[in-house]
């Protein structure tokens, strides 16, 4: 092995197991100490009533996890939860979550596209379908930012490039 492609290989091991030793916050915890336990967050959501708010850690635009965690009104975690699951994309309804609703529910997506036909904005979510497969969630605005679709396939990320070598 050359070796720059070990020094890129040890570098690569030792920051995912950097990320795997992290210690998970705990509920109750504040802010500040999910905060020094985690780093600072990609995101944060404020929910509608201006109390609870919502920390994302996302691993994007390639990974394919997103956690969050929630913060009660008095600023005390409740939640610490992987988000890019079949579970929790089942809990944003079609026709009725909006864009700022799936931001707080999943958090940022990887990509986002247009769907011109239907003048629709697509939303796209890596994740592991079942924990096991590589797949994509497209999810579907109208004009108002209104999810009128939601659709799942496997992420050709990770499919074979030339499958004549099969």
């Given at each position: 092995m050359h070796p720059m492609m070990k020094i890129t290989t040890l570098a690569a091991t030792l920051l995912l197991a950097a990320c795997a030793t992290r210690p998970a916050p705990l509920p109750g915890e504040t802010a500040d100490v999910v905060q020094a336990k985690l780093g600072k967050p990609t995101s944060v959501y404020v929910d509608g009533d201006g109390g609870a708010r919502s920390l994302e850690y996302a691993t994007g635009p390639m990974?394919?996890?997103?956690?969050?965690?929630?913060?009660?009104?008095?600023?005390?975690l409740t939640a610490y939860e992987q988000v890019l699951t079949g579970e929790k994309f089942a809990t944003l309804k079609i026709d009725q979550a909006t864009k700022e609703q799936v931001l707080r529910t999943i958090g940022r997506p990887a990509e986002r596209s247009r769907v011109a036909m239907q003048n629709y904005e697509v939303w796209s979510y890596r994740y592991k379908e079942a924990g096991v497969w590589n797949s994509l969630m497209h999810v579907h605005f109208d004009e108002q930012g209104v999810?009128?679709?939601?659709?799942?396939?496997?992420?050709?990320?990770?499919?074979?490039?030339?499958?004549?070598?099969?």
């Open positions: 990974g394919q996890y997103t956690w969050m965690a929630r913060l009660g009104p008095d600023g005390r999810v009128r679709q939601m659709m799942n396939g496997p992420d050709p990320m990770y499919e074979p490039r030339d499958r004549s070598s099969w």
